[in-house]
């Protein structure tokens, strides 16, 4: 199932990154000591009761800055219309301005349910205020403060008072999802149309003619896929793929239905920061991964460049170093068969199960090989070893002090494991508890 968006909009200063930062907590931060990966998030996934949602921050609107042009109203009017909530977020210390009125117009003109956040009602000057904003003419009203942490639950309840419950997913369990992300006009939707060799993803020059996420089922080796082709933007599509950073909505909502991403490099261009940021996402959610390096019919000598290709995603996607890299032209179709057994081996390994004695048997060996340092005279030990899940493999490692386990030894711990079982293409994540402590 496919899960909602909520959008929090409003002019700046009123408190959306707070409110924003407050609703996301601790529970989807990016991974500790992962470099490379982007920390500047203005989207997150949000698990509240039993709903599922993206939340996504927009920039504020302000009509009197010089930076209000259109590319500031396209990035609000963007959010706002992919959004099946949209939270209307107001300053209580200040009152209506000049600015809510043209979010006002703006949410106007879209048929979606939109909350008015009344924030700092903590402040003493927004009593004075409340019942100025019943002006706006909508229909929910609700009192927070994000600071104090007023009212956000009140928020929740009333967002998801129209989603559905978390649902089964509409494919078969043995059906293998895999996106298509990258940024814009890099080759995704030739690369779909490779892959299923037939048109049926229509295909431009011009970035952004791919409207929306794209479900196509098909057969490989007679084994049922999807592919999930990650859209540009809704409307006047160069404008729109401008905001970069908008473009992740589309490619965040087909992450998380995927099993496998593919995230696709343009050979012409090279690696940008964006490239990672998207990537970052797939990380974060846990996803097996392949690069793939489309457009590979523009480069002429093609066995130093990819010698020169590995060496620089290596450094550019240190956090990535488990992925297969392709190279591929998704407009010749050459090459095009190597991506399908990469994107298979990559799903069947995030779902590989290891014995427990294996497990121990490698862990015992990789300790008793290199000792962890002793600190104020304790030093680490590793107790027992056992795999907790898939998707990503999960390992619980149970120590007598996890306040012991350095990053640089829990990596070589990571390292053995990939040595000793093939991993590639797939997170692995290794979770220290103490002994006695209760495994999640």
Request: hydrophobic share 40%.
């Amino acid at each position: 199932m496919k899960k909602p968006v909520v959008a929090l909009v409003g002019r700046p200063n009123v408190g959306k990154s707070t409110i924003f930062n407050r609703i996301i907590g601790k529970k989807i931060s990016i991974i500790e000591d992962t470099p490379g990966v982007t920390r500047d998030r203005i989207y997150g996934n949000v698990n509240y009761k039993n709903y599922k949602f993206h939340l996504v921050d927009t920039g504020g609107i302000d009509l009197e800055d010089a930076k209000f042009n259109e590319e500031i109203k396209v990035q609000a009017t963007l959010a706002i219309e992919e959004a099946d909530v949209i939270v209307f977020i107001v300053d209580g210390k200040e009152g209506i301005t000049s600015n809510d009125l043209v979010v006002k117009e703006m949410l106007l003109k879209q048929n979606k349910k939109v909350i008015v956040a009344i924030n700092k009602v903590d402040s003493k000057e927004s009593k004075e205020h409340l019942y100025d904003f019943y002006e706006l003419g909508f229909d929910n009203y609700i009192n927070v403060s994000g600071e104090q942490n007023i009212g956000i639950e009140d928020l929740l309840d009333l967002v998801c008072s129209d989603f559905n419950e978390i649902e089964e997913d509409e494919y078969d369990p043995d059906v293998v999802k895999f996106s298509i992300i990258g940024r814009p006009n890099v080759g995704k939707s030739s690369l779909v149309n490779a892959i299923l060799n037939e048109d049926r993803v229509i295909v431009s020059d011009v970035a952004g003619t791919t409207r929306d996420s794209v479900d196509l089922p098909f057969k490989y080796h007679d084994k049922d896929y999807v592919v999930i082709d990650t859209a540009g933007m809704r409307k006047r599509g160069k404008i729109y793929e401008n905001i970069e950073k908008y473009s992740l909505l589309r490619s965040m909502k087909a992450i998380d239905r995927s099993d496998v991403c593919v995230i696709v490099i343009n050979a012409e261009e090279g690696i940008i920061e964006h490239d990672k940021h998207i990537a970052g996402y797939a990380v974060e959610a846990g996803k097996a991964v392949v690069i793939v390096v489309n457009k590979w019919d523009t480069i002429e000598d093609k066995d130093a460049s990819m010698k020169k290709w590995k060496e620089l995603i290596k450094l550019e996607f240190a956090f990535l170093d488990y992925a297969p890299i392709v190279f591929l032209s998704a407009k010749t179709h050459k090459r095009i068969h190597t991506l399908m057994p990469e994107v298979l081996k990559a799903y069947e390994n995030s779902r590989k199960e290891i014995k427990t004695s294996l497990l121990n048997d490698v862990i015992e060996e990789a300790y008793q090989l290199n000792l962890p340092p002793s600190y104020k005279g304790k030093r680490l030990k590793i107790y027992f070893v056992s795999q907790a899940s898939t998707q990503p493999p999960k390992f619980n490692i149970q120590v007598n002090n996890k306040g012991l386990v350095h990053f640089s030894y829990k990596r070589y711990l990571e390292n053995k494991l990939r040595e000793a079982f093939d991993f590639e293409g797939t997170p692995i994540i290794l979770q220290f508890k103490n002994k006695g402590e209760q495994e999640l």
